[in-house]
Structure formats: C-alpha cells, structure tokens
C-alpha cells in the first residue's frame, strides 16, 4: 500500500501550481535553520529559562542526527509528484524555489515534522510566557501547519509526516526520562545524550564502517549534528562554570571546576579545531564544517557567561512583553529530585 494513503494527490490537486514558492517559505518554519535560529535567541534572551532552553537545544540537535539514521534505515523514497516547478516563477526565483520548495533525498520520516513536534512543544514547556494552554495550542498550530506544508509541495507522503511527530514525542519523552534519572544536570546530560545519538548516525549513515577514508562520508547532517552536540557540550560546561548558579538552577547544587568539566571545557574545542583544520587539508568539506560549527555553537552557548552583563545589557533593550516573566527562576534552590522534573517542557 502507498505510504500517500491518497493524501498527497488530494493535497496537491487543490493547489494552484504558483502555490508551490508561498507553501514552501511556509515549510521554513519547520526548517533546521530556522528552529535552531529560534533557540539560540530564546536561549540568549530568556535567562530565566536558560536551563531548559538548553535541553531544548540539545534535543534539536539529538533529533537531526536521529533523523538522518532512520532515513539512513529505512532508505524509503518520497514522491514523484511535487506540486509545481520553477518553470511558474520568474527567473530570478528560481533560486529560492529549490532553496525552500524541493527536497532531495529519502523521505521517511518527515524531518520537518520530526524536528518541528520536538522543537516546538519542546519550547512551549520550556519558555514560561503566557499561559500553559496557549503555548500548547501555538506550537500545535505550527507543527500541524508545517506537516501539512510538506505534503503539499509533494516531497513527503502522509505516513511520513504521521511518523516524525510520532519520533518527535518519542524523543520529548525519551529525553525527559533520561534528565529525570541523571545524576547530573539536565543540559550536560541532554547534550551528551545528543552527541551519543550523533555518534550513532554517522555510522548508521557511513557507506561502510571502513574509516581510512576519512570517515567513510557519512551523511552530511549527521556529521554536523555531532560536530554541533560535542561544541554545545564543550559550551555548556564553560557556560556552568562561569555561571556559578547555572547548574544549582537545574540540579539544586552548585557547580563545581572538576578535572572532568575542565577537561571538556578544553578537551572537546581542541577537538574540534583539529578535525576541522584536518578536514579541510584532506579535502573533506563537511568535516571541516562540523568542526566549525562546533565551535560556533561552542561560542553561542557559552557567550552569557563569556560576556560581563550580557543579561542586564540584552534585557535592556527588550520589549516589556519579553522582559515580563524573565525574572530569576524561583525553582532555583529547590532539592534535585524536585527539580528533575522541571528541567523538560511539561505538556
């Protein structure tokens, strides 16, 4: 039986072929992107939320390269019937119309509605604005709009959509589990949990486990996801120990400069800097990218710490509607077990 269920003729025979450019600027909001880009600025923005913000994080980054991995399984193709070409679209459109309307590649699961069910309801647990209800509705909203957005450019039949919202609340759950039972705080273990997940998938995603070809060429997102886990990891720690409240407002208990945390907090950036310095002299693009990126994250997790005042000089310039809400989070000197359950989105 079609994966389509008829869904995506049905889907697709409605719209006008001009449909198409307008669908698939809609699609962004699903998008690797644009998700992460929402997350670092809330992460940025929102100190009182931090903490959880960056279990959010590491989830975005643990559900791409799980992702990729079951894409990587499965090997199953998507349709052959998107809704409209570029042939509609004047010349100079061309360009974004294969930027956001098409997709290459296997198709189950969808990793836009994967990533966006994580992301999203992952976010209306973990920033406290507004009222619980409305949070839930919004993100819902979104992830409906994004799913259906997928079907109708044609580039992902109804079962895949249906299976990444079904992974992205296995994975919400899986995560808040695996926080509610870690000896340490919920960031540093969401984040290794993520880079143990990218591990994974670039050997899932390896054409053979051979590595004396640099790595074999896994797939690309998956070698980038890991490279982004391990920097966010390496941020984190650096982040904790700079921050001295930082991990009491997740554990109940202060931060402490072990030989571990410091190891990371240098360990992990050297790593980076050489895989991606070595990448780049063997040819290997991607991996000197996801040394790069690594870093990057590195920097943007760590950069509240890094930076004197950052709170106070970002919060000065806010709009009262973001400021409200953002006060010191009254959970922080709660015991541990307490607070475990805190440290996910709630639904």
Not at 148 to 169: T, Y
Not at 274 to 285: D, F, V
């Amino acid at each position: 039986m079609s994966r389509s269920v008829g869904a995506v003729d049905a889907v697709t025979s409605l719209l006008p072929e001009a449909a198409a450019l307008p669908v698939g600027l809609l699609t962004q909001l699903g998008d690797v992107w644009f998700l992460l880009a929402v997350i670092v600025l809330a992460y940025w923005l929102r100190p009182a939320d931090r903490n959880r913000v960056a279990v959010v994080l590491a989830i975005a980054l643990g559900t791409i390269a799980l992702v990729q991995a079951l894409k990587g399984v499965f090997g199953l193709p998507r349709p052959a019937t998107p809704v409209g070409g570029a042939g509609v679209y004047p010349s100079i459109l061309h360009g974004l119309f294969d930027a956001t309307a098409t997709a290459s590649g296997h198709g189950f699961p969808s990793g836009h509605a994967t990533l966006s069910t994580a992301v999203l309801l992952g976010l209306a647990g973990a920033i406290r604005a507004g009222t619980p209800r409305r949070r839930a509705v919004v993100a819902v909203g979104l992830i409906a709009l994004i799913s259906l957005s997928r079907i109708a450019l044609g580039v992902h039949f109804l079962v895949d959509v249906v299976a990444g919202v079904l992974v992205g609340l296995v994975v919400l759950s899986g995560a808040a589990l695996a926080v509610r039972g870690s000896p340490t705080d919920a960031p540093t273990t969401a984040f290794v949990g993520a880079a143990g997940i990218g591990v994974v998938a670039v050997l899932v995603t390896a054409p053979s486990l051979d590595v004396g070809g640099l790595l074999a060429h896994p797939a690309r997102d998956s070698l980038l996801s890991l490279g982004a886990a391990l920097g966010a990891l390496a941020g984190w720690q650096t982040y904790s120990l700079l921050d001295r409240g930082a991990v009491s407002r997740s554990t109940g208990r202060f931060a402490r400069p072990g030989s571990v945390r410091a190891g990371v907090v240098v360990g992990l950036p050297v790593l980076l800097l050489t895989g991606g310095i070595a990448g780049l002299l063997a040819g290997e693009a991607t991996l000197g990218l996801a040394g790069a990126g690594g870093l990057c994250f590195a920097v943007a997790v760590a950069l509240p710490a890094l930076v004197p005042g950052f709170d106070a000089e970002i919060g000065a310039h806010l709009p009262e509607w973001v400021r409200a809400g953002n006060a010191p989070d009254r959970d922080a000197d709660r015991p541990a077990r307490a607070q475990s359950s805190g440290n996910l989105p709630e639904h």
